[in-house]
């Protein structure tokens, strides 16, 4: 079972997992139970609830007692009794089922329209009767008052066939091409169907004369961004009495009333395919629209997303058990696909142990996708090792990092750095000795971390003339400033340097004063070792680098300026001086292309000149001669 939860609504997909295949033995499946986690873990709602292929078309009985489907291949249909939850017949047929109905409360009664134009009756021990029309056939539907089976294809006629007197009744005929999918409310039985034309059309069967006209294209035309493919009708089905929502091939949701011509709202699924199935969710009005590649459902007023279903495989057909949360959908997949949204409705009985299933996945603390991966940013793949594997699949790439698997980032770590363990055990040790010392007398001590920043907070709010700053010292929101080595200031790095040529650093003069007031605080003194200069002169009445005497009754902002220029030529001075040093080791460094004279040079350059000897004594000899 795979659970998601869409705009935080939980769905239960109950047919994910492995399936274990028939032919194997009782043993053989028992010893893959063991091994295989999958397939231990997997819920099957109606055992045996695939087709050898694909599925094309779910239907429940009216009952509720039974679930049908067919698919092929071979073309067949599956009866599934759900009080028992498995399999309780299977027929093949001589060609692919396009679509069926069941006429009786049960199984006993149904009626298959066929790809071959073929109509074939099934009673319960098995096929009754087969006939065939003249078209080929798109959809059909019965009429229970006048026992009419309507059948719509790829024609303008709609054929009656009476199932009572078992005759073919005067056709209706239609000013359409073609028509794709029909049906028949169930309050007031008014039969409408949808054209290739993207019309739909209202028969009344008590009067037998066209009741009414919708131009669905038309105002489907103007939002669709599609112009390639004509919006006709492809799906159709009553909510109520006057509501009516209409699927269009490009991929569009019409809400109609029919006492108007024009739609409440139009909802696009912006993903160009035509509408399979439409439905709605009475209690909560909710519209379920399915395409190829998604089920969404939607609020049919203003049409927010309530959430959706994204397809594995793409969709065929769409079948909502009455009155409860939980629907299946005929797929091009083996697998009957089922699902469990327990916010649209409770279990059916059959399956109530759904209801105290997911109950207690939700009191549990569920894994997410990302339980058993790491996010690492680069700097930090180059620092354990593994920046090469940049690009593969060991690697999720996402936002400024990555995601890694736990496993391998362990064993890179303890790789990278095996004495970590070891220091992690020495810190907690340093830990717990620290803690149980609280409990001695205490003598209050300068933190080991920033001490001149911890001296300068002392210092303001020792000071009268200043307004008393917050106590950082003891606030614990900034505990780890003064204890964790990471944040300690780096005052060797320019921009300090630059920022804060003042506050850097503090005259000895200063300290001493402090130092003397901490000594009645029982504070310990800072030792003169740990204060850091760079230039190797006081901040206080000295000559600068352009002989200018700074005396102590200059103003703040001139002293500022002065020792900001001072502190920008030391700093440039500083990385002339880099880069000098870099060339030079540069030059002194030989080229792997440059030969020099050396030991193993010498016999090359002896070789050349007993070479040239021979040349000159062999052009003599030649003359000679």
Request: aromatic share 10%.
């Amino acid at each position: 079972m795979q659970v998601t939860d869409p705009n935080n609504v939980k769905i239960y997909n109950l047919s994910a997992g492995k399936s274990l295949p028939e032919w194997l033995s009782e043993r053989k499946r028992r010893t893959l139970l063991k091994k295989d986690v999958d397939i231990r873990r997997r819920i099957e709602l109606i055992q045996g609830f695939y087709m050898p292929g694909l599925s094309t078309t779910v239907k429940v009985s009216r009952d509720g007692q039974y679930v049908m489907a067919t698919g092929i291949y071979k073309p067949r249909i599956k009866c599934f009794d759900v009080n028992n939850l498995s399999l309780k017949f299977e027929r093949c047929f001589d060609s692919e089922c396009v679509t069926f109905e069941i006429l009786s409360d049960d199984y006993s009664k149904i009626v298959f329209l066929q790809c071959d134009r073929y109509i074939e009756f099934h009673s319960a021990q098995g096929r009754y009767y087969r006939l065939r029309i003249p078209k080929f056939g798109r959809d059909m539907k019965y009429h229970y008052p006048s026992c009419d089976l309507f059948v719509v294809g790829a024609s303008s006629d709609i054929y009656r066939l009476n199932l009572e007197r078992g005759q073919f009744l005067t056709p209706f005929s239609s000013n359409s091409s073609a028509i794709n999918r029909c049906t028949i409310n169930d309050i007031h039985h008014l039969f409408i169907y949808g054209t290739q034309e993207g019309k739909v059309e209202a028969w009344d069967p008590r009067s037998k004369v066209l009741a009414g006209t919708l131009d669905c294209a038309f105002n489907c035309l103007s939002a669709s961004e599609d112009l390639d493919i004509f919006p006709s009708v492809s799906a159709l089905k009553f909510n109520g009495a006057l509501h009516l929502g209409v699927g269009m091939a490009t991929g569009q949701v019409a809400l109609y009333d029919i006492r108007s011509n024009k739609p409440f709202y139009i909802k696009d699924h912006k993903y160009g395919l035509p509408i399979k199935d439409v439905d709605f969710h009475h209690q909560m009005d909710l519209v379920y629209s399915m395409d190829g590649s998604s089920l969404k459902i939607w609020d049919k007023n203003i049409g927010k997303l309530y959430t959706s279903i994204e397809a594995s495989t793409e969709f065929n057909n769409l079948c909502i058990v009455p009155n409860t949360g939980l629907l299946f959908i005929a797929n091009e997949n083996t697998k009957i696909q089922t699902y469990y949204i327990p916010s649209l409705g409770p279990a059916p009985k059959w399956a109530s142990f759904l209801d105290n299933l997911t109950e207690e996945l939700e009191e549990s603390n569920s894994e997410v996708v990302y339980d058993d991966y790491k996010f690492v940013t680069k700097q930090e793949l180059i620092d354990i090792g593994l920046d090469h594997l940049i690009g593969s699949k060991l690697l999720r790439a996402y936002m400024h990092g990555y995601f890694i698997d736990v496993r391998l980032y362990k064993k890179a770590i303890s790789v990278a750095n095996p004495f970590e363990f070891d220091e992690y055990r020495k810190r907690k040790i340093r830990e717990v000795i620290e803690r149980n010392r609280t409990n001695r007398v205490q003598v209050n001590k300068l933190p080991k971390v920033n001490k001149d920043l911890a001296l300068k907070i002392i210092n303001d709010q020792t000071n009268k003339k200043k307004k008393p700053a917050s106590n950082l010292l003891e606030d614990n929101r900034f505990k780890s400033l003064f204890e964790n080595p990471d944040f300690e200031i780096n005052k060797n790095a320019d921009e300090y340097r630059l920022l804060n040529p003042v506050l850097s650093r503090l005259d000895k003069t200063k300290k001493k004063e402090i130092e003397k007031t901490l000594v009645g605080q029982e504070f310990e003194p800072v030792q003169e070792g740990t204060e850091t200069t760079y230039s190797g002169k006081s901040s206080s009445d000295e000559d600068d680098d352009d002989g200018e005497y700074v005396s102590d009754d200059s103003s703040d902002d001139e002293s500022w300026k002065r020792e900001m220029k001072k502190q920008h030529k030391i700093i440039q001075r500083e990385h002339r001086m880099r880069e000098k040093l870099a060339q030079h080791e540069d030059k002194n460094q030989p080229k792997f292309f440059e030969l020099r004279q050396g030991e193993e040079f010498k016999g090359v350059n002896n070789l050349q000149k007993k070479l040239s000897r021979c040349v000159i004594i062999y052009i003599l000899s030649i003359k000679l001669i």
